[in-house]
């Protein structure tokens, strides 16, 4: 997305031969994360969710399949795991995060998860045949001081989901929904949601459902062999199937590079607010899921921040510094149940106002997720 | 419209209604409203298999178009930055580029997939 609204920004360059842009991944496909989340109902191939990275790619952008395993910030240069090394002139960061399940003692034996395509698979056999039961929703958030988890709302949307997939099942009489949400919810305490105009219509929704819900859960360790799922604040809590929103962090690369200030090794690099430069680096800039922002690691986020970056980047080259501003502004169509979809946006100063999950939302977001957001990816939109 | 007071009161009452008023007075409201029942119409037909055929076509017809837009751009550039026009020798040389045997190869499988589809 980034490379592509570079690619046009800096076209004049481009053609007098004075920038070329390179776009390094260690895979040759670009996948559509979301649609791991669609995985864990069946409703998505694997073959559905991802496209060959450079079909995605202006042709003037070159692409190499190598992983980046060093940043040599001083010398401008970068290793990968070829052995190539790379040097740039401007970098930027689009690493994004892992989940870490492995980080709570017992949750990557006992605990599923939908935030990669292998798990939701695995999410995904559990559910189609639990016949009755206690599914048990924890949610994780890193310990750095005000950084989300990935994608604010995707418990919220798989609960939903769940609940009405197990109707469309026949057997939601007999499996009990329990969601429940930490103590410490970035700025929040004791809440149900990230912001609180969303985590007050909550309630209403879930008992509308028949959705257990309880604050103050802060998943601590869990004990496979019993399957319980304990809590910092001391509770235990049975489960059958436990969907947990794992603990995530950067990507080995980025925690090793030493620029960041996260707490618990978890990576995140400085980010500069406004311009999404790292802090402390000479041309370095970060998008997506790696920084320490506040707001939503979604790709809804990435949508506003690539095109701030392709200016300031263009303004360096041109002007000699940054000249545009990300507002912290995220939108999405979140999916409430398997149907309904609700559109939201919000940004540094403004909370989500939630409004009423309707059909034609949910056909916006089927139509997002399996056409536009190709046409987004390419730079299009 | 008898409308209880308080609500024919509110300035957006009051200004929506202006607006609708030479609708109303022409009989052109009705086209309106009917044309709201057939979009709800529409949106009641929607279902999820047809949204992801829709969004299927939308792909194929976005990416054709993007990829055939980057091609003549990247192609009209690389041309106009050579001055004069290429030697014959020159065109040979670029036939055997391996990125040309594959745009050859694509141009002549696709003369090949429209044949096969007559
Ligand atoms: C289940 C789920 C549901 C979600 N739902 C939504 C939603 O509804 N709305 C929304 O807006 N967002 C949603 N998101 C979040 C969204 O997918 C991410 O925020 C977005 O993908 C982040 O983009 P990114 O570029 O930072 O990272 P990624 O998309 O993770 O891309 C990182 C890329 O870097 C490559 N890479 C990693 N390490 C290296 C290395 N060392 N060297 C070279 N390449 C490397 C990877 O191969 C990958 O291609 C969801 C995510 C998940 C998992």
Redesign the interface.
């Known amino acids: 997305m980034l490379a592509n609204q570079l690619a046009r920004k800096l076209y004049p360059e481009i053609l007098r031969g004075e920038v070329s842009i390179l776009l390094l991944s260690d895979c040759p496909d670009h996948y559509y994360k979301p649609a791991f989340m669609y995985v864990a109902f069946n409703l998505y191939f694997k073959e559905e969710l991802k496209r060959p990275e450079r079909s995605l790619l202006r042709p003037e952008i070159g692409f190499q399949v190598e992983k980046v395993t060093r940043f040599d910030f001083a010398g401008q240069r970068l290793k990968t795991s070829s052995g190539k090394p790379f040097s740039y002139d401007f970098l930027v960061i689009a690493t994004g995060c892992l989940p870490a399940p492995e980080r709570i003692e017992g949750l990557q034996e006992a605990g599923d998860h939908f935030y990669q395509y292998d798990p939701a698979r695995q999410l995904a056999q559990r559910l189609s045949t639990i016949e009755k039961g206690r599914i048990f929703i924890s949610v994780s958030f890193p310990q750095t001081p005000n950084v989300p988890h990935q994608c604010g709302i995707a418990p919220v949307e798989t609960t939903l989901m769940l609940d009405d997939y197990l109707r469309r099942r026949g057997v939601r009489d007999k499996v009990e929904i329990i969601y429940t949400y930490p103590t410490t919810a970035q700025l929040l305490r004791n809440c149900l949601f990230l912001q609180r105009p969303t985590g007050e219509i909550l309630p209403a929704i879930f008992e509308q459902k028949d959705i257990h819900y309880q604050r103050g859960f802060t998943l601590s360790r869990v004990d496979p062999d019993a399957k319980i799922a304990y809590s910092a604040e001391d509770e235990a809590q049975p489960f059958d199937i436990l969907m947990a929103t794992p603990p995530i962090r950067a990507v080995d690369a980025v925690l090793e590079c030493g620029v960041s200030q996260a707490q618990n090794d978890e990576g995140w690099l400085p980010t500069n607010h406004e311009t999404l430069q790292v802090y402390g680096l000479e041309n370095v800039y970060v998008i997506g899921d790696t920084v320490d922002l506040p707001v939503s690691k979604a790709g809804g986020s990435c949508h506003n921040q690539a095109p701030v970056i392709a200016n300031n980047i263009a303004a360096e080259i041109r002007l000699g510094k940054p000249v545009s501003v990300y507002d912290g502004r995220v939108q999405a169509v979140a999916q409430m149940g398997l149907n309904a979809g609700m559109p939201l946006w919000y940004d540094y100063s403004r909370d989500v106002q939630p409004t009423p999950p309707t059909k034609i939302g949910g056909l916006l977001r089927n139509g997002f997720n399996r056409g536009l957001y190709w046409a987004v990816a390419r730079g299009m939109l | 419209m008898n409308m209880p007071e308080d609500v024919s009161a509110t300035p957006g009452y009051s200004a929506l209604m202006a607006r609708l008023q030479p609708l109303i007075d022409s009989g052109r409201l009705d086209n309106i409203v009917d044309l709201l029942s057939l979009v709800s119409d529409l949106?009641d037909l929607?279902d999820?298999a047809t949204?992801?055929k829709?969004?299927?076509?939308?792909?194929e017809v976005?990416?054709s178009g993007?990829a055939a837009a980057?091609?003549l751009r990247?192609t009209r550039?690389e041309i106009m930055?050579q001055g004069k026009p290429p030697s014959l020798y020159a065109l040979l040389k670029l036939l055997n580029e391996e990125d040309t045997r594959k745009g050859v190869a694509v141009v002549l499988k696709t003369l090949n997939v429209i044949g096969r589809q007559l």
């Open positions: 949106i929607l999820a949204v992801e829709l969004a299927n076509v939308f792909e976005t990416a993007w980057n091609t990247m550039a930055t």
